[in-house]
């Protein structure tokens, strides 16, 4: 059973920089895409970057490209989003999530199979 924990979260000030882990537990971490998605108070879950099993295929929502990266390490079964530049609108609950590896080449909330609690980043102005 494939489970999602992360970590990292907090309360940070407009300019700051912040990164958030997620740790991958119960199949091999290299067989799978992983994301990150927000989704802020009242509003959807939304893309925020995703890359491919090996490392590759960095995509990024228009919003954060530029300020923000994700990257993996598959020895350690984790994925990490390193924001900098934050902005108050970029306050949110971060999930990470995992798809299979030759699943779908799209990064839709329905694409992604499996999901972390979240943690919450708050960015105050």
């Known amino acids: 059973q494939v489970q999602l924990v992360e970590s990292g979260g907090g309360l940070v000030r407009a300019g700051d920089s912040l990164r958030i882990s997620c740790a991958l537990s119960?199949?091999?971490?290299?067989?799978?895409?992983m994301a990150w998605f927000r989704q802020p108070t009242g509003r959807e879950r939304e893309f925020v970057g995703g890359?491919?099993?090996?490392?590759?295929?960095?995509n990024y929502a228009d919003s954060v490209k530029g300020r923000f990266t994700i990257s993996r390490d598959n020895a350690k079964s984790t994925v990490y989003l390193q924001m900098s530049g934050l902005k108050a609108e970029d306050t949110a609950v971060y999930y990470c999530?995992?798809?299979?590896?030759?699943?779908?080449?799209?990064?839709?909330?329905?694409?992604?199979?499996?999901w972390g609690k979240g943690t919450l980043v708050t960015v105050s102005s």
């Open positions: 119960g199949r091999a971490f290299s067989a799978f895409d």
């Open positions: 999530a995992a798809r299979p590896m030759w699943g779908s080449t799209w990064w839709t909330p329905a694409d992604m199979e499996h």
């Open positions: 890359i491919k099993w090996n490392g590759s295929g960095e």
